[in-house]
């Protein structure tokens, strides 16, 4: 099969677009036809090998040839336990712990897959895995978000901001997208109602204060954030750089003073089966996917370019003819 292959951490240059073997699923597996795989800051990041977490599974080369972990596809056959999917089915998953769907074919374990909910597109499935359960676990089950709340998403204008920005105005809350400046109208299109552009205001240093701070792209210290959450608001990291994670772990809890400010890391808990809330919504209209661009199999190393370079508004997709 066709498949685009790593040995080394580093820039898109590293990818290769090659034949590789087929691969063949293990008894709990099921061999899945890939038709669309879609991009996510997470891929990014494991092909530089940076922040440093992005090499947990392989601290010198990646552990795993193959990226891409957010899929779309038919079910070609299955191992001899994997009961549940039959050939032909539809089916979506995220398999971000072993990746590999930058390739014609992967074998996923079955209890990582899920039926492609009804009406949805390839394309619209491969988006919503990853970047959907980040935003309804952060803004809906960890973020608690009210009615009348002032939500801040930090990265607003990528895959997760995309639907964390809908979810938070479905929800009631005034939101606050900060993104860089080439961003700024499209985070309004999504119902952000105040936008700022990073690279010209620090939102810490603005005297806002919000109920929650959804954090796609944190790069500061953790004492940044207590003063701009209101008393008992909540800060949750998501994504960005390994200091901070340290920090938001080590001293986050310790840091929240007598106000109850929480400082915490969103743990994501992964898999299309804890998505049955958003995908309703999808499904209901009430949330878009923005597909900003479109590439073939042979062209992920230009579009994992695109979207590290920044570039990317909503999720970038690769069909796999
Ligand atoms: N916690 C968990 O369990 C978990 C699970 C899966 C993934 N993740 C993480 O989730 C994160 C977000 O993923 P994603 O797919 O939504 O990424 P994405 O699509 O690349 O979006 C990130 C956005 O942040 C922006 N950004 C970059 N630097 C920024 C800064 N200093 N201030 C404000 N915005 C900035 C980017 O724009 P520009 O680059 O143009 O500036 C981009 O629009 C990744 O770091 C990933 O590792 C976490």
Not at 272 to 275: D, F, I
């Given at each position: 099969m066709k498949a685009v292959v790593y040995t080394r951490y580093g820039?898109?240059?590293?990818?290769r677009f090659t034949d590789v073997d087929t691969p063949a699923p293990k008894d709990d597996e099921v061999l899945v036809k890939v038709h669309a795989v879609s991009l996510n800051g997470s891929d990014w990041e494991t092909l530089r090998g940076?922040?440093?977490?992005?090499?947990?599974?392989?601290?010198?080369?990646?552990?795993?040839?193959i990226l891409g972990s957010d899929i779309a596809g038919r079910v070609e056959a299955a191992g001899r336990?994997?009961?549940l999917f039959q050939p032909g089915d539809e089916v979506f998953a995220d398999i971000?712990?072993?990746?590999?769907?930058?390739?014609e074919y992967v074998c996923v374990p079955e209890s990582a897959l899920a039926r492609m909910p009804?009406?949805?597109?390839y394309e619209e499935a491969a988006a919503l895995p990853q970047a959907g359960a980040i935003a309804l676990q952060g803004i809906r089950?960890?973020?608690q978000v009210q009615p009348g709340q002032r939500v801040l998403i930090n990265g607003a204008g990528g895959g997760s901001g995309m639907y964390a920005v809908q979810l938070a105005k479905l929800y009631g809350a005034e939101v606050t997208g900060v993104d860089h400046a080439e961003k700024l109208e499209f985070m309004r299109s999504l119902g952000a109602d105040h936008v700022v552009d990073y690279t010209r205001e620090d939102f810490t240093r603005t005297g806002c204060t919000y109920d929650m701070i959804l954090d796609l792209a944190a790069h500061r210290s953790?004492?940044?954030y207590p003063g701009s959450l209101m008393p008992g608001g909540r800060y949750l990291y998501v994504g960005g750089s390994a200091a901070t994670l340290l920090q938001v772990l080590l001293i986050g809890p310790l840091i929240g003073g007598a106000q109850r400010k929480k400082i915490r890391l969103l743990a994501v808990r992964l898999g299309?089966?804890?998505?049955a809330p958003i995908i309703e919504l999808c499904q209901a209209g009430k949330i878009v996917t923005v597909i900003d661009r479109r590439y073939r199999l042979s062209e992920v190393p230009e579009a994992l370019r695109y979207l590290g370079e920044g570039r990317a508004k909503g999720k970038v997709v690769v069909i796999v003819e």
């Open positions: 820039p898109p240059d590293v990818l940076k922040p440093l977490y992005s090499r947990i599974s392989g601290p010198f080369q990646p552990r795993h040839h336990d994997a009961t971000l712990s072993h990746m590999g769907g930058f390739a009804a009406g949805m597109t089950d960890k973020g953790a004492f940044a299309a089966k804890h998505l």
